[in-house]
């Protein structure tokens, strides 16, 4: 069965049901997959890593024996408890996809230990996954995808770790840290920890806006927007850094190619407003320009014409859209998308 709706998925997490013995979590944000598996496992057995209870799978375990899954299955607790097998999947290869999908399929009819629970973590998996669609089919088993996270519950994971040392954020400092945050989890998590050590873990302080200026620094998204800039600035070599360090920072490639697409609607409306008598000056700052990146952005205004720009803008379109499709290879879909532009700044002479 299909665990989609978040409160279903909170009570399963809190209190699993007797009569599942599989859980199948999966999705492209590793960190959220990792958090729910942990909450799960702490509730199916005492110690998640007692080695006598529980066995820990990756998919080189599968690729080096590919029976010991079903093995482990089939065995009992060595200490007369519930065992636990937890199965961690870092691609979707299809070797690996298969034989956790034959395994899972003979232990949800109970054809192995049907004392023992079947825990798998896996990444973002396709319709085509045979892993998924087992899951989903079978009766004694859960599956439950793991979308990116929406600002309330950034929100309550920050409030939650602070807590835990003593600290905490007002309303306005919390709506402004969250903003910030990278969308990943496990990277979130570093920052949230990292927050909290910086305010004083046990200090009893509720931080205002003012006292997470000279921590929070740089806004994550700038990489993004930087590389944008520097991609209708035909610097190719800087626009691919600053998309991988986005990317570190846990920005996805349809971020990225939305970056890009704003950078050229600013552009576009720039030099719409002065093809009807703005100075290019007045035309960028209506546009929204930050006057730091005004020089560059009125270089590049110079330089592109409505035109071209009509012609880049398929480009993008064509992107946002492979970008978006289960699967697809989004942080190399951007790069070739920022490729594609710096070549045509460069043929245009910037």
């Not at 070797?95 to 399929?105: F, G, P």
Request: hydrophobic share 45%.
């Amino acid at each position: 069965m299909i665990l989609g709706k978040r409160p279903d998925i909170e009570r399963f997490l809190g209190k699993p049901d007797p009569a599942i013995r599989i859980a199948l979590i999966y999705g492209r944000d590793v960190g959220v997959v990792r958090d729910r598996g942990h909450q799960l496992a702490a509730k199916l057995v005492p110690n998640p890593d007692d080695p006598f209870d529980v066995a820990l799978l990756t998919e080189q375990d599968l690729a080096d024996d590919g029976g010991r899954l079903e093995g482990e299955l089939a065995a009992q607790s060595l200490m007369g408890g519930r065992r636990l097998v937890r199965l961690r999947l870092t691609a979707e290869k299809p070797a690996a996809d298969k034989l956790a999908a034959e395994a899972l399929d003979r232990h949800a009819k109970g054809e192995l230990n049907p004392d023992a629970f079947f825990l798998i973590e896996a990444g973002n998996l396709g319709r085509d996954s045979a892993l998924r669609k087992a899951a989903e089919k079978a009766g004694a088993a859960a599956a439950i995808p793991c979308y990116e996270d929406e600002p309330g519950d950034v929100a309550r994971l920050v409030r939650d770790l602070l807590a835990k040392d003593g600290v905490s954020l007002n309303s306005d400092a919390l709506q402004l840290f969250v903003a910030r945050l990278p969308k990943e989890r496990g990277v979130a998590r570093q920052e949230i920890e990292r927050l909290a050590l910086y305010l004083g873990p046990g200090s009893g302080v509720t931080a205002t806006p003012a006292d997470l200026e000279p921590f929070l620094g740089v806004e994550p998204e700038s990489s993004l927007f930087d590389a944008a800039a520097d991609a209708f600035g035909g610097r190719l070599g800087e626009a691919q850094a600053g998309l991988r360090r986005a990317a570190q920072e846990g920005e996805a490639g349809p971020a990225a190619v939305r970056a890009i697409g704003m950078h050229l609607a600013k552009l576009r409306r720039t030099l719409t407003l002065a093809k009807n008598g703005a100075s290019l000056q007045e035309a960028a700052k209506a546009s929204g320009v930050f006057w730091k990146q005004e020089r560059e952005f009125l270089r590049q205004a110079r330089i592109w014409t409505l035109e071209e720009l009509d012609r880049i803008q398929p480009e993008i379109l064509n992107a946002d859209r492979a970008c978006k499709t289960a699967g697809s290879p989004d942080r190399l879909l951007a790069e070739r998308l920022a490729l594609t532009v710096a070549g045509r700044a460069r043929r245009l002479g910037l």
